[in-house]
């Protein structure tokens, strides 16, 4: 089965398939109660929204906060309003300015309200923050509170989202078994500059280099996974549905998935082994290449990227040039910045590595139709 969503999923577009299960349409059947407060954005057609995908409470942005007539650069949303959602329904028909400041605040609130009525039952709570994603906006109590900027204000004010619901998971007296996890879902996006963030690996959003794909991954389950644990075993998102099945007895789907149960790994048992021979890696256009399952090498196919010309500022971003690389392999154990190809030295990696590109490729990737 193959699907064609390539890049972000712009507004009154095709969504995900319903055929592909959400973790969420996994773990109701097994008892779970439900919820998503944040950015949506894997579609908003009726099929494809929160309640049709196995989410019982639900609201925020159906995607993007910058898929609006206020982007400083892209015309195309220029006669679709920001809307915000809650449980299927249109709660706010444009979201403002003023309101896309309170938009970490709601859905912190949100998140806090559903831990405290289903603390006593199972559920799965997801919350997809809209922001750092620009244009960024923050509240009141936070502005000007970092003295370093904006971004950093807005990265304090998630800061301080973490810590409330952190905090709801104490009072119910859930923490111990409740499975905590923060992470995000790409690097910055360099061409806005001060509004960006930072990655010290090589590029950033929008390509396959680690600048782009390598994000900050924590977990917490007091009661299963030893503090200050710090693993250096590869690990994607894809695994995490799986993975939660298995730990809430819930059947996979029918389907085939891309993720293997990586419990162990996350328990930091030293004899874990990561089950995946490799991840792919892709971008809204290329299929870039793929890394290792234990995550020791990383091979690029040939392919063109983008790289930051000029960086913008205060939101206004500015341009990127076009490059290219050829096929090369990069040792990440010792050259986590992909600074040097070294191909010609470990032919038999290379070759395994394009075997399951290949492989990939005849299994789920669709060309871009022209």
Known sequence: MRHKIYGAISPRSRGLDPSYATIAEVLKPAGYATGVFGKWHVGDPPETRPPARGFDESSGLM????????????????????????????????????????????YTEHAVDFIERHSDEPFFLYVPHNMPHVPLFCSDKFEGK????????????IDWSVGQIMDALDEAGVTEITLFIFTSDNGPWLSYGNHAGYTPYREAKGTGFDGGTRSACVMRMPSQIPAGTVS????CSVALLPTFAKLAGAELPEDPIDGVDVWDIICANPDAKNQHDYYPVSTARNFDGVVSGDGKWKLHLPHTYR?????????QPERYDTAS???????????????TNVIDQHPEVAKQLQTYAERHRDMWWVEKEK
């Open 232 to 235: 250096q075993q590869a690990f």
């Open 307 to 315: 790289t930051l010309a000029e960086a913008g500022n205060d939101g």
């Open 63 to 106: 995607y993007s906060n910058d898929m609006w007539r206020h982007h400083p650069e892209s015309r195309r949303f220029d006669e679709m309003n920001l809307q915000f959602w809650r449980n299927g329904e249109i709660e706010i028909e444009d979201v403002s300015p003023e309101q896309q400041r309170m938009l970490t605040t709601w």
């Open 146 to 157: 970092s003295g370093h900027g904006l971004y950093a204000d807005v990265m304090m004010e």
């Open 325 to 339: 690389i050829e096929l090369s392999l990069f040792d990440m154990e010792n050259d986590s910045y992909e600074t």
